[in-house]
């Protein structure tokens, strides 16, 4: 069985950091592409940033770049999202999720909520103005 598992969200003051991480069990970690999803109430779920297999090539949502950074450890199987320069507009459920490795995938199916067939329940981030 899939486990998905999302920590590391809170409360924090506008440009403050945290780090998310994403444990997963269940299934070959190093087989599958992992991103990072976001809601908001009210709004559409949107892709934060994923990753390769690998970890040799990330993607990013324009309203994130040079402010978060995606990884991942392998060995671990954990998957992390670090996020510098908070804002408030990032206030949201972040997800984890995952998707069986394929050859190519495009930035915007990267961050497609539809490309991805196995997620976890959410962890909360708040950032207070």
């Known amino acids: 069985q899939v486990q998905v598992v999302e920590s590391g969200g809170g409360l924090v003051q506008a440009g403050g950091s945290l780090r998310l991480s994403c444990a997963v069990s269940?299934?070959?970690?190093?087989?599958?592409?992992m991103g990072w999803f976001r809601q908001a109430p009210g709004k559409e779920r949107e892709g934060v940033a994923g990753?390769?297999?690998?970890?040799?090539?990330?993607y990013y949502a324009d309203s994130v770049k040079g402010r978060f950074t995606i990884s991942r450890e392998n060995a671990k199987n954990t998957l992390y999202l670090q996020m510098d320069g908070l804002k408030p507009e990032d206030t949201a459920m972040y997800y984890c999720?995952?998707?069986?490795?394929?050859?190519?995938?495009?930035?915007?199916?990267?961050?497609?909520?539809?490309?991805?067939?196995?997620w976890g329940q959410g962890t909360q981030v708040t950032v207070s103005s």
């Open positions: 269940g299934l070959t970690f190093d087989y599958y592409r």
């Open positions: 990753m390769t297999w690998s970890g040799g090539y990330s």
């Open positions: 999720a995952a998707v069986l490795w394929t050859p190519f995938m495009t930035t915007a199916e990267a961050l497609g909520a539809s490309s991805y067939n196995y």
